[in-house]
């Protein structure tokens, strides 16, 4: 059948209104949301009613993406697929336009997103190839694809798929989900936000102003039993060191996001002060320790030398000293005790 792209319009989970890019079927009238601008396309699926783990377990056997998000019109009805449509393409457009990055893996790979995964599901995931969200539960959380940065993290995932490929349990695997967390928050970035906390506009809705992780302040939130103090760390001595969390990838991510949030925004953390170096600075330095220097199996030390490096590639030193940005990088790792 043929199709021609269309605009389409659509609301989002928050009621706002978006136009965006969609596809006919010039033969039966229907609407998809496919994307043809952007890449190999931006590919928006809904799961049907089927459990999770089924799902899940569909697409990494057999590529299942879920079924079309059809409409027999250029408006589209179905606010967690215009949120996930929507936003997959400001995440594609912020590695093109940062970076030169065309994709997650700079060859225009296909962005193919599924909604409505699991009944209820209060979580979103990167399977190895596309990216999953869950409706939430209403009360802990709402559709997770409403969320930018929930979005960004999910397609950082994606492009550390095809770069680092850092492993996902231990050490490898909570750098792996700070740096989704740091290009999440820096993708986000949205103005009277607190770009440092995560997820905070699908979480709690009920709760203004918390959020899933802070960076800032990351032992401002509880956990639970994992850590010691029950919060996240913000130091490498309160690391989790136990089984859970495939070895707490997304607990002890929070001691680099710390490490991120001080080189960007500065501060005094356990008596090291940091003079900030900005957002701009900050995510090239990032980008480049992810691109350049880390590897699968890099672990907390590492990161501090890739970010040290690559911030001595883009900031060189000048008089023989290191300079600001160097400093900035070293005295950050040196607050949350990574050595
Ligand atoms: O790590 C994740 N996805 O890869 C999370 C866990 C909590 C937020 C929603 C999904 C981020
Ligand atoms: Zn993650």
Known sequence: AESEPVTARGMDIFGDLHSFQAVKDTTTGEHYLFDGTR?????????????????????????????????????????????????AGKVYDYYQEKFNRDSLDNEGMKLISTVHIGDKWNNAAWNGKQMLYGDGDGQRMISLSGSL??????????????????????????????????MGAFIENKPGEDMWLLGEDVWTPNTPGDGLRSMSDPASVYLGGYTESGYYPDHYDDRYIGELDNGGVHINSSINNKAAHL???????????????????????????????????????????????????????????????????????????VE
Do not use: C, W
């Not at 089924?54 to 250029?74: C, D, P, Q, Y």
């Not at 929930?150 to 996902?168: C, F, K, Q, R, S």
């Not at 501060?267 to 003079?275: D, M």
């Not at 501090?304 to 008089?319: I, N």
């Open 149 to 182: 940065d929930v979005i960004g993290h999910e397609m950082t995932h994606g492009v550390i798929t095809n770069t680092a490929d850092l492993v996902y349990e231990g050490e490898s695997g909570a750098i792996n989900e700070s740096i989704a967390d740091i």
């Open 263 to 337: 080189i960007t925004a500065g501060g005094t953390h356990y008596g090291v002060t940091v003079t900030g170096i900005g957002k701009d600075k900050a995510e090239k330095i990032f980008y480049r320790a992810l691109t350049l220097y880390l590897t699968a199996s890099s672990d907390f030390s590492h990161m501090r030398e890739a970010a040290v490096q690559s911030a001595r590639d883009l900031y060189p030193d000048k008089t023989g000293e290191p300079s600001a940005e160097v400093q900035a990088v070293m005295a950050a790792y040196d607050a949350v005790g």
């Open 39 to 87: 890449a190999d396309g931006v590919h928006t699926f809904e799961a049907g009613r089927m459990p999770e783990f089924s799902f899940i377990l569909l697409s990494a056997l057999l590529g299942f993406t879920g079924f079309e998000v059809k409409s027999s019109s250029n408006f589209f009805y179905d606010p967690a697929a215009v949120s996930a449509h929507t936003n």
